[in-house]
């Protein structure tokens, strides 16, 4: 009598990973045990009910797996982000006195106050909430421009339910600044608004500092100068 062995493990397998199944262990589970397509488990599996107890086993063995998976792809994100930045900042070399010039004049153009027709008179006045793009301008009029210390004055600009933060917020800027916090005494509050949606509260948030040059009008009016020659030199019409 002819008997075929093949099949006969082959329902074996299966009964094997039924049972399995029933007992609540995962596609991954079972494949560890009987090492067979999860097609071919899915067909075995297809009639197979399982009692409320495995079916929660499985839902969680599932999140946890999605857990697994979404910490692997933020770490590999880190990783990718961290290489990218590093080999981006290694292709920046050494900055000239010129390349200088024009960075700064750039940051001014999109952050500082602009010269306006019938306001001729009005002076340098820079502002923004993150201190490095701050320290690089602060560097940008002593180092380049070669203002005098005592030309630049600082203000801060802080929403109003934030007036118990004062001396936290002027040591904040004074060390980011490395200047002295009484170079800080004007502080203006905005007017708060419980409906925005603006992270303005909180320990990271320390305000707007401005960064104004004094009598410098005329430096205002070469800035300008400075960006139609930028535009006009790259052909931007």
Not at 57 to 78: C, D, S, V
Not at 123 to 131: A, I, L, R, T, Y
Request: charged content about 25%.
């Amino acid at each position: 009598m002819w008997y075929d062995y093949g099949m006969n493990a082959k329902i074996v397998e299966r009964d094997q990973a039924i049972l399995l199944r029933k007992q609540g262990l995962s596609y991954r589970e079972i494949r560890k045990k009987i090492p067979v397509a999860k097609s071919t488990l899915s067909l075995w599996f297809r009639d197979v009910q399982l009692a409320k107890r495995q079916q929660q086993r499985l839902t969680e063995l599932k999140r946890l797996a999605q857990l697994r998976g979404a910490r692997a792809r933020h770490t590999q994100r880190l990783e990718q982000t961290a290489q990218i930045t590093e080999r981006s900042r290694t292709e920046i070399a050494r900055l000239t006195p010129h390349e200088k010039l024009l960075i700064g004049i750039v940051l001014y153009w999109a952050e500082g106050t602009k010269q306006r027709m019938g306001n001729w008179g009005g002076g340098v006045q820079f502002g923004n909430s993150d201190p490095r793009m701050a320290l690089l301008f602060q560097k940008w009029l002593l180092e380049v421009i070669k203002l005098d210390v005592s030309d630049i004055r600082y203000e801060v600009y802080l929403h109003e339910n934030n007036k118990h933060r004062l001396s936290e917020v002027r040591n904040y800027w004074a060390n980011q600044l490395s200047i002295p916090a009484s170079k800080l005494q004007r502080i203006y509050f905005k007017r708060h608004n419980p409906k925005s949606n603006r992270k303005n509260q909180g320990k990271g948030y320390y305000g707007l500092v401005r960064i104004c040059a004094r009598s410098s009008s005329v430096l205002n009016r070469r800035i300008a100068g400075w960006v139609e020659g930028i535009v006009e030199n790259w052909g931007v019409v």
